[in-house]
């Protein structure tokens, strides 16, 4: 950054910080000027030689009442609420009205108290005076305001003027970032003491985090930036919270996970992302045995481009597999995170293949030749009113027929572990995708009476934040598009967790679950979606009035709120806190009659597939009958 660009950044910070007190300077500078542009008058009247000493001694006075007056006229046609950096022609207009009417007054007033010595020329002449002297200083004020702004910004780009949350290493390191990039940083904000009044660089620690209120107003912010990454969950909340108040959009500096691993750098800015959104500290898994499950070995992930395989694939991939095989029905997908792992982890072995877990003879190929010694099994449909209308076939085909196929191929693989991702809506289900992920539970659980060699485990946790289909990404497209934004009922309610934190769960199961085990996380409270819905609208910097929220009513097979445990599962605690391991009810699955006799295309009818779930899947029978 030159010498040139700091000094116009200060300018402009100085301008800022100037804006609170616009009304209160506008009538001192005005006041100045008119004072100023008298002397001028009697200057241009009665030259150097005379423009003192002719001067009547009341002409103080006179100077003071035409002061007032022009305050008065100014107040009257509201000069001082004006702006100066955006002066122009309606500017001018209410200025020169201004100087028309106390000229005008202060004249007739002057002849009137019969002041003869004042010069009829200087009282004609000065409202002229003093109008090119008014427009003169705002003129000479959004020069040095827009040169500013180009110098700054550069000539094509948009200044943006930043208060920060934070005033630690972070907001340091922070603010070098930041006067790179074209922002101008108008203050920081810190709830440490020691810090009040301090200077980062040349930018001062301007009170706590509950001052940002009062001083967010008038002095042209244009964002809020959130650098806190190694605050508690709570003080996170709270600083979201705050920022959220200013009506301004929110950014935020990378988590302290993001910085760990080194995926950003922290003068990076992103928006606010579903896990700074979750309302409890995340889960920290105990990971001591997953390296001892996964490292040297090969591991296979079904669905391994889906919102969680893809992830799982990148955590698996940092415990160092002597093999990762990619399982995955979408062409793109497959190909996106196969270039992501071979650009982070370009020593591992990767296999990459287009299968689909509905083809059980690819899939026995598949384990047959690489033999992974542990299966995630990712794939699924979990869309629900989509599966709900006229695809309960599709449904019970890719989410319980393929976890099937994929468990049964790694039993005769000799696979050691199995782990299938299952939901919170396979207990209890109200919809088909609840109720197929429901059978795939119990697929499992008769596999591994008939499989003791191989392990075999369920994982089941609620919304995952950020997950394709959840309701983020749609509220944050609807917000984009100016709204509305969808919510099927105000007291819907779910229970949330990020990506990273289901992963590390699944692989955690993968390291201390015992076949015939359904895993579930404590996940604390459940997140009320509507309020999840004014969260994002107001950190994008909308007001309620700007972004209508719409409720559109429950979908077909929809519930007001899940649940993780059914009420005949008995649930143990486990070494790793907030983790509980329940074991799934153990049956013999009739596979044919679940499936349809024969080939999986017989499995077409839709109300027959429901009368099949229902039949194996008593609870969805019960809910149906409801």
Known sequence: MTDATAFWRRVDRVLARLRPHRQPLTLAIDAIVVAACWNITYLFRLGFERWISARPGYDIWVLLGLVVGYALASWLFRVPQSLWRFSGFGEIKRLTLACAL??????????????????????????????????????????????????????????????????????????????????????????????????????????????????????????????????????????????????????????????????????????????????????????????????????????????????????????????????????????????????????????????????LAHLRHTLARWRPHTVFHAAAYKHVPLMEDLNAAAALRNNTLGTWHAALAAAEAGAERFVLISTDKAVNPTNVMGATKRAAEMVISSLAAQHPGTRFMAVRFGNVLGSSGSVIPKFKEQIARGGPVTVTHPDIIRYFMTIPEAARLVLQAAAIGASGQVLVLDMGEPVKIVDLARDLIRLAGHTPGEIQIVFSGLRPGEKLYEELLADADDTLPTAVPRLRVARLQQQAVDFDDLFGAGAPASVADDEDVRQRLRRWVPEFGQQAAR
Not at 273 to 294: C, F, I, W
Request: proline share 4%.
């Open 102 to 359: 106390a000229g005008s007054v202060g004249a007739a007033v002057v002849m009137g108290l019969g002041l003869v010595k004042v010069p009829r020329a200087v009282l004609a002449l000065h409202p002229v005076v003093a109008l090119m002297g008014l427009a003169l200083v705002r003129i000479v004020y959004r020069m040095t305001y827009e040169h500013a702004r180009a110098r700054i910004a550069g000539a094509h780009g948009e200044i943006r003027r930043a208060l920060v949350l934070g005033a630690g290493d972070a907001a340091r390191l922070l603010l070098a970032g930041l006067h790179q990039q074209g922002w101008v940083v108008l203050g920081l904000f810190d709830d440490d003491p020691a810090k009040q009044g301090a200077r980062i660089g040349d930018v001062t620690v301007r009170g706590t985090l509950d001052a940002l209120a009062r001083h967010s107003r008038g002095e042209g912010a244009t964002h809020v930036v959130v650098a806190l990454p190694s605050a508690t969950r709570a003080q996170r909340q709270r600083a979201l919270a705050l920022a959220a108040d200013t009506g301004l959009p929110v950014l935020t500096v990378p988590s302290a996970d993001e910085l760990r691993t080194g995926q950003t750098r922290i003068e990076r800015l992103r928006d606010i992302e579903p896990d700074d959104l979750l309302g409890r500290e995340p889960v920290q898994l105990d990971e001591a045995g997953v390296a001892a499950t996964l490292q040297g070995k090969t591991v296979l992930i079904t669905g391994a481009g889906g919102s969680i395989g893809s992830e799982l694939c990148r955590q698996v991939a940092a415990f160092g597999p002597a093999r990762l095989v990619l399982y995955e029905l979408s062409e793109f997908n497959l190909y996106s995170i196969e270039q992501e792992l071979s650009e982070s982890f370009p020593a591992l072995a990767l296999v990459r293949l287009i299968g689909d877990v509905k083809d």
